[in-house]
């Protein structure tokens, strides 16, 4: 019906899975569950959460979506974190966004365009706390979500086109709570559990 379906897939946020199988998530290093107030924090290294989302974004396009949208592909900002996987030295939480994006790119890249919606702090400072790079993902995926306003949609994009390795505003997307501009963006209609916004 000349629709152009989405679908937004929470990855490194996953509560859900981790109360079935805990063997998937990030801990403490006295080895308890890792949890903020944003839920519990899956292992972007772990192999077998990997496949899963491969399994369930393949599922998706099978269905007939269009596009993957990863949120939350982010890292929590904690002490002694202890990974699923047996690791020679500490990884950084950019190292670790960014092999898990590489990842999800070679696996799924030839099926569908893959964005991400990215943090407004990685935006404007090229990392962000949460472990995004921008030099690095915006290569790496399609589309960029953003949040943006009508009033920063200007230099907002001219940040994300600095990022890639093409001008091409079209993988470009902003979103917020009403349209930012007359070009492709995202409404905003769910809770957000990093930002506690809705």
Wanted: aromatic residues 12%; glycine residues 8%.
């Amino acid at each position: 019906k000349g629709m152009y379906l989405v679908a937004d897939v929470s990855c490194m946020l996953d509560s859900a899975i981790v109360s079935r199988y805990t063997g998937t998530a990030l801990c403490t290093a006295n080895g308890q569950l890792l949890m903020t107030e944003s839920g519990f924090w899956m292992d972007p290294y772990n192999t077998e959460y990997r496949q899963y989302l491969v399994d369930v974004c393949e599922e998706l396009i099978y269905m007939g979506f269009n596009e993957i949208m990863f949120s939350y592909m982010s890292h929590p900002v904690a002490d002694d974190i202890r990974y699923t996987q047996q690791m020679t030295q500490q990884p950084t939480a950019e190292d670790a966004i960014s092999s898990f994006a590489i990842y999800m790119e070679r696996e799924l890249g030839d099926l569908a365009p893959i964005g991400l919606r990215v943090s407004y702090e990685a935006l404007n400072t090229g990392v962000g706390s949460n472990g995004q790079n921008m030099s690095v993902l915006g290569k790496v995926f399609d589309r960029i979500y953003v949040s943006s306003t009508s009033n920063t949609y200007d230099s907002d994009l001219e940040k994300a086109l600095g990022y890639m390795d093409t001008r091409d505003t079209d993988r470009f997307v902003p979103y917020g709570y009403s349209a930012p501009t007359d070009n492709s963006w995202m409404l905003l209609t769910w809770v957000d559990p990093e930002a506690g916004n809705n």
